[in-house]
């Protein structure tokens, strides 16, 4: 009760034909948290992260913003709710026709309906926070995965998200870029941001993270503070999945 | 009911009649079409460069210019220099070596997809040039050309209706005169759209149909 | 050729390149009317409900399936008269050049949209866009973008086209020429001529699209 959950997802199933992918997710997370989301390729991670803000329609299940439960099928409502929950994706998705400032502009202008001028202070301010002050004038194609990855991040935070949800925001990057993006992450947890990840970066996570969640088979597996799940994991599958991770990845940063 | 009979009794033999023109037009124009597309084509890539320029220039004409113009210079045109073709005549060359200049193109671009390591293979294994194309790049190139030269077709089953233009009395003829003499445009012309719509559609689905009896593979084309 | 063929070219020119005017009147507005129909038809296709994509597709099959000639009479001829409206030729070849432009323009913006990665609207949406300002604001600049070259492809048709509209008796370049030629009887270097206009208007617009292309093109941008 102390600690009101900011945003709580309850039981949520999504099926792709007669295909389960998600059976039935249940998590909350409190302000300045991060909690991260590992398990094997097509476990259903990016599935859940997208049901949380309704890119992908669940089947069923309940979504609470501080409190409030979200109707995804009353438009306003769902475009408030999304302003409210940043997302980063795996893959940027940043617009292709627009610089790095007008990425970061153009929902503060068409969603939020700033005005130019503080809009554009707003995006400048959020580009140089990730370190990219030189490069607003650059498109996405002139831009390195990282560098994009940074845009995008700024683009998130511009509209002052109370959680975002990042959907393994390293694994496009070549190995010497994956470190400045996770520095820009490092910095969010500092200044309190909250946050559910999708990453294969067991150090990182061991690092920063409040909680590991496993997930297999659209179930969580387990959950709980880093140090217990990455060292002694109770369930035999996490144990043999952390360590192939930790072969394959060992020293994310 | 009377609009049934008239169409029965009318309309429906008229448009048959002009049908028949129609498809003799459509069939050897396409048919010499494809050839010329092929040759052209083939020049376009492996000619001399004279040769090259010259066919280059012959598709950049008649691709550059209205099927009317074409049709008229054939037909109205010469005999300037003392050469008479029938409306027909002069429609199914008109036809022919527009559509040619169009098939070219679509040879040309299946040619040049080609890849090197092909043509290297085949004359690694000691075949001829004319084995070559014809036993490797031919089969290779025709299958990728296949969609666009075959759209090409179904183009010019309506462009055939430009022949009345010239005074060639096929389907879309006959349906002007029947219309005027009974003053039924609508009817007349919804129906000959009808035909037109049934043809194209027709040559569209068997298109599609023979690309699926060729498809080997990892050789699909994407999209144009 | 000979001179009394130059002669009646030279003599025909002014009347001639006046109906190009006519021409080029006709191909603006069958491509402004085919573009303001085609983005509607186009997104109507992509994100529209089952039974709007089918009528989608049954007028672009119509509009692609009917030769231009036929639709034309059956408009001017038919339609016109049945219902009783007074339309002049060249409003009658405008609308019906436009409404099939619109049917092969429709698949050009079809084509881009679909070839546009699914990441760019769902970036839009979480970002809080409704899918009208995601289409309007990310999706559509870059389709229209991606749709030049196949737009001057299309320009070319319809310029081409515009000259079956001599059919209906508009005083465009084709119908010009003929008139002049079956006055002087220099058929072949009249038609030569015109041929030769048509080639220029082919090559100036699609340079012209050319340019537009490369201002409006971004750093690095292709797909
Ligand atoms: N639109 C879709 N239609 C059908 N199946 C889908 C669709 N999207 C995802 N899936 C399937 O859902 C399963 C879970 O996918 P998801 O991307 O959520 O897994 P993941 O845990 O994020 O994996 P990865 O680590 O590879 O990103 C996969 O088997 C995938 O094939
Ligand atoms: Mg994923």
């Not at chain 2, 997809?113 to 190139?141: D, N, T």
């Amino acid at each position: 009760m102390e600690n009101d959950p900011i945003l709580r997802i309850e039981d949520i199933k999504k099926a792709y034909r007669a295909r389960e992918i998600l059976k039935g997710i249940s998590l909350s997370i409190s302000k300045g948290e991060l909690k991260v989301l590992i398990g094997p390729s097509g476990g259903g991670k990016s599935t859940l992260l997208q049901c949380i803000n309704f890119l992908v329609m669940p089947d069923g299940g309940d979504v609470w913003l501080e409190g409030r439960k979200v109707n995804p099928h009353r438009k306003r409502e769902l475009y408030g709710y999304r302003q409210q929950v940043g997302m980063i994706f795996q893959d940027f998705n940043l617009f292709d026709h627009l610089s790095a400032l007008q990425n970061v502009q153009i929902a503060l202008l068409r969603v939020k309906g700033m005005d130019k001028k503080s809009a554009r202070e707003r995006a400048v301010a959020e580009l140089e926070r990730v370190g990219l002050g030189k490069h607003i004038d650059h498109y996405p194609a002139q831009l390195s995965g990282g560098q994009k990855q940074r845009v995008s991040i700024a683009r998130a935070l511009a509209m002052d998200p109370k959680v975002m949800l990042l959907d393994e925001p390293t694994s496009a990057l070549d190995p010497e870029l994956i470190g400045e993006v996770l520095a820009v992450i490092k910095n969010l947890v500092a200044n309190g941001m909250t946050m559910i990840m999708a990453t294969h970066q067991i150090s990182f996570s061991s690092a920063f993270a409040t909680e590991i969640i496993f997930m297999e088979d659209g179930l969580i597996v387990e959950q709980g503070p880093p140090s217990k799940i990455l060292s002694s994991a109770e369930c035999a599958r996490t144990k043999e999945f952390c360590s192939k991770i930790y072969d394959l990845h060992g020293e994310g940063n | 009911m009377d609009e049934w009979q008239f169409f029965q009794s009318q309309v429906f033999p008229s448009l048959m009649k002009g049908f028949k023109v129609s498809i003799s037009l459509i069939l050897p124009s396409a048919f010499l079409g494809v050839c010329i597309g092929i040759w052209a084509g083939s020049m376009r890539v492996y000619g001399s460069t004279w040769l090259r320029k010259l066919v280059d220039a012959y598709v950049a004409i008649f691709r550059g210019t209205p099927l009317v113009v074409q049709l008229f210079f054939w037909y109205f045109g010469l005999p300037h220099v003392g050469i008479y073709l029938s409306p027909f005549a002069a429609s199914v060359v008109g036809f022919s070596l527009c559509s040619g200049a169009y098939q070219s193109e679509y040879v040309r671009g299946a040619l040049l997809s080609i890849k090197k390591g092909q043509m290297l293979a085949a004359q690694a294994l000691g075949f001829s040039k004319w084995q070559m194309l014809r036993s490797v790049i031919l089969p290779q190139a025709l299958r990728r050309a296949l969609p666009g030269c075959g759209n090409e077709i179904i183009y010019l089953i309506k462009y055939s209706s430009l022949a009345y233009m010239v005074t060639c009395i096929e389907m879309t003829g006959e349906a002007k005169i029947l219309a005027s003499h009974y003053f039924k445009y609508t009817e007349v012309f919804l129906a000959v759209g009808a035909f037109y719509l049934v043809l194209v559609s027709l040559a569209g689905w068997f298109l599609h149909h023979l690309e699926g009896r060729l498809s080997i593979p990892g050789f699909e084309h994407h999209g144009k | 050729m000979m001179p009394e063929g130059l002669i009646a070219v030279f003599q025909a020119l002014p009347y001639i390149l006046q109906g190009s005017f006519v021409t080029i009147g006709i191909v603006l507005g069958a491509m402004g009317f085919g573009l303001a129909m085609g983005i509607p038809l186009a997104l109507g296709q992509v994100y529209g409900s089952p039974p709007v994509r089918v009528a989608v597709r049954i007028y672009v099959w119509f509009f692609r399936g009917v030769p231009l000639l036929v639709l034309l009479f059956l408009f001017y001829f038919g339609f016109c008269s049945l219902l009783d409206i007074n339309l002049s030729a060249f409003t009658v070849s405008v609308a019906v050049l436009g409404l099939i432009s619109a049917a092969y323009q429709s698949q050009i913006f079809r084509g881009a949209i679909a070839s546009l990665p699914a990441g760019q609207l769902k970036a839009a949406r979480a970002l809080g866009m409704s899918d009208a300002k995601a289409v309007w604001f990310i999706i559509l600049p870059q389709a229209l973008r991606l749709s030049i070259p196949a737009w001057s492809n299309e320009y070319s048709i319809v310029l081409k086209d515009s000259a079956v509209a001599y059919a209906l008796g508009v005083a465009e370049i084709m119908a010009r020429t003929h008139f002049v030629a079956t006055r002087t009887y220099q058929h072949l270097p009249l038609y030569l001529a015109a041929g030769t206009i048509y080639l220029i208007l082919t090559y100036a617009g699609t340079r012209g699209l050319r340019l537009l292309e490369n201002k409006v093109r971004i750093r690095g941008y292709s797909r």
